[in-house]
């Protein structure tokens, strides 16, 4: 039987990952053992912002447990290729750093060729995969204490916003004279 990941059952946790990611994703569901195994290491007082070293499924796994969305901002995604995410002080960026220690893997079979792509998709053992996830419950991660550098724990706010004189929609005003997408920045083919 699996351990709890925060307040939910490994299978309450199934579900809720199903209903937010469409499936699921076994990097949603091992993001959850990293998030309770960040909390467990942080005092409970304090307000914490999250990174995410990979945009693939981790990310998911900070919104659906804790008020870190990347909406408000409170989550930060950079794409270091590293299946890590750090909880962390708002004010003074002390925390823990949470990553998948491959060193720990050869117990878990199943989970090192998720993790390392030995085997197409199609050829993976889903319900052993899932199965060795709950058992695992995150004896595969690493912990450390981090300090989040300085940059990014700056808050940026929108300022004041102008109408383009491009294509006539509002913008932020310290983009410069045009908005992004009339600068070259628009991800539409005319």
Known sequence: ???????????????????????????????????????????????YDALCETPKCLPDAVQLLTPCTVGNGWLTVINLGRFALSLYNKSTGKGVRVYIDPSRLDGWPEIKSWFFKSRAKKEQDKKALLDQIGEAAGAFLGLQRVEVAGRFMERHHRGTFAVCPGCAESYPAADGALCLGCQGMDPYVP
């Open 1 to 47: 039987m699996a351990a709890n990941i925060l307040s939910y059952t490994y299978e309450e946790y199934i579900e809720r990952v199903r209903a937010f990611h469409s499936y699921a994703a076994p990097g949603v569901l091992i993001g959850g053992f990293m998030v309770d195994m960040a909390y467990r290491h942080l005092p409970e007082k304090d307000l």
